[in-house]
Nanobody, 123 residues
Framework: QLQLVESGGGLVQAGGSLRLSCAAS????????MGWFRRPPGKEREFIGA????????YYPDSMKGRFIISRDNAKTTVSLQVNSLKPEDTAVYYC????????????????WGQGTQVTVSS
């Protein structure tokens, strides 16, 4: 099993940047592709993007390209999400997840999930 714990959320002003981290423990971290998701209030969960097992490749759906950057450090067993030019609509609970696929992954391919960290963007 893999345990995931997100951190770095909080209240930020629109236009700013935020870096979220996800610390993994348990199973071998590099055996998993890592993804980030978010759930805005009252809305369905959204897929932000994913990073490959070795961290060399990333995938973002078209709707998320441009302001989100995912990276991982296998030595530190962490994955990060950098969000730039924050907007009020970025307000959401952000989750990291570990799974078997990083390119065009399906939600069901992510087996382990963190508890989420709240990001609130004020206008």
């Amino acid at each position: 099993q893999l345990q995931l714990v997100e951190s770095g959320g909080g209240l930020v002003q629109a236009g700013g940047s935020l870096r979220l981290s996800c610390a993994a423990s348990g199973d071998t971290f590099s055996n998993y592709a890592m993804g980030w998701f978010r759930r805005p209030p009252g809305k369905e969960r959204e897929f932000i993007g994913a990073v490959s097992f070795n961290g060399l490749m990333t995938y973002y759906p078209d709707s998320m390209k441009g302001r989100f950057i995912i990276s991982r450090d296998n030595a530190k067993t962490t994955v990060s999400l950098q969000v730039n030019s924050l907007k009020p609509e970025d307000t959401a609970v952000y989750y990291c997840a570990a799974g078997s696929a990083w390119y065009e992954p399906k939600s069901y391919e992510f087996r382990y999930w963190g508890q989420g960290t709240q990001v609130t963007v004020s206008s």
